[in-house]
Every structure is written in C-alpha cells, then in structure tokens.
Nanobody
Framework: QVQLVESGGGLVQAGGSLRLSCAAS????????MGWFRQAPGKEREFVAAISWSGGSTDYADSVKGRFTISRDNAKNTVYLQMNSLKPEDTAVYYC????????????????????WGQGTQVTVSS
C-alpha cells in the first residue's frame, strides 16, 4: 500500500502561483506513475497532469498547458505541481494519484487507472 498526502493548496489571486506537493509513504520502493486531478463543485474529477516513473514523460490537460508543470523527486518520494498564471476556473480540490507500473515512460490519464489517491488539497483562485 502507498499513502499519498498533498499539501500547498490555498487562496491566491488570479495571476498568482502555487506549488502543490504530494508525499508518498509506504510501499515506495515500487515503480509508480503519478498524476494530478482536480474536482470542482458539481463537476466530475478531471485530469490535470501526469508524469511517468522516470520523469521522462509528462502530459497536461489543454486547459493548463503552458501554465502548470509537473515534476517528481524519487529520492524524496514526492511529486510536485507548479501552477502559474492561475485563473478563477482553476479553483478546485486537487488530488494526487499513483499507479504501479513496469514502464519508465508510460503515463496515465483516466481516474480508473490509478490505484492510490490522496485526500485532496483546496485551491481557490479569486478574481
């Protein structure tokens, strides 16, 4: 089992930045591809960004491309989401997710592809 804990959320003005962190504990010696998702009130959970086990592959939702950057530090068992130029429509609860993988480069886009989830961290962007 892997436990994921997000941090770094908060209230920020439009145009501002936040950096989310996701710390993993437990069975961290296995290979895990990681992702960030978000869920706004009344909406389904949606893909934001994903990164492969090696960090060599990343991808983003079109709505955040050019503004968000996902990265990871496997030595620290931590994944990050740097969010710049934030917009009010980025307001949501952000979730970190992980899934076991045998690939160094594969990334995953669907909620059902992830086995482990954090509790979420609230991001609120005011206009």
């Amino acid at each position: 089992q892997v436990q994921l804990v997000e941090s770094g959320g908060g209230l920020v003005q439009a145009g501002g930045s936040l950096r989310l962190s996701c710390a993993a504990s437990g069975r961290t010696y296995s290979r895990y591809a990681m992702g960030w998702f978000r869920q706004a009130p009344g909406k389904e959970r949606e893909f934001v960004a994903a990164i492969s086990w090696s960090g060599g592959s990343t991808d983003y939702a079109d709505s955040v491309k050019g503004r968000f950057t996902i990265s990871r530090d496997n030595a620290k068992n931590t994944v990050y989401l740097q969010m710049n130029s934030l917009k009010p429509e980025d307001t949501a609860v952000y979730y970190c997710a992980g899934t076991g993988t045998s690939s160094n480069y594969r990334i995953y886009y669907r909620v059902y592809e992830y086995d482990y989830w954090g509790q979420g961290t609230q991001v609120t962007v005011s206009s």
